[in-house]
């Protein structure tokens, strides 16, 4: 993948094992309020289960744009992935056990290593640029996975 562009990935230790990690990130309506970048999602069918598709609304300060995704791999409590239509993404959330909790890992992989032309035209022309917005992204990926933390967090105190 000589010249392409590197997936985006970053992890966090949740305090919870990997069944308590997955009760709270198999409910996907919460990411409006885990993620920066999610304002509204709409499920058919709406129980989180393979080939699950989802219609998105993402914005940016004033700006707001659609994306389609389509759960692609979901498997309790290891692993859960979607594919984003128009920017060609693949975003996977991979749980593994570690020092008593889970290693919750976010990355985001673009199709054979590419931007698409519908990523790089958004990114250009309403979001500051593709590599701004890439930073962008890896910061909001942060503030996901801390938000789902405290989730698990609180359900684990319950």
Sequence with gaps: MSGGVPPLETSLLVAGPPEKVWDVLKDQRRMRRWSPETWR???????????????????????????????VDVVRPQRLAFQVYGPAARWSYRLDPEDGGTRLT????????????????????????????????????????????????????H
């Design 106 to 157: 976010l990355r985001r992989d673009l199709a054979g290593g590419r931007r698409s032309l519908v990523s790089r035209l958004v990114a250009t022309l309403a979001l500051g640029g593709i590599e701004s917005h890439d930073e962008e992204l890896l910061a909001g990926m942060d503030r996901t996975l801390a938000a789902i933390s405290a989730e698990v967090d609180a359900h684990v105190a």
């Design 41 to 71: 999602q709409f499920f058919y069918p709406r129980r989180l289960s393979h080939n699950q598709v989802s219609l998105n609304l993402n914005k940016r300060k004033a700006f707001v744009w659609p994306t389609v995704s389509r759960y």
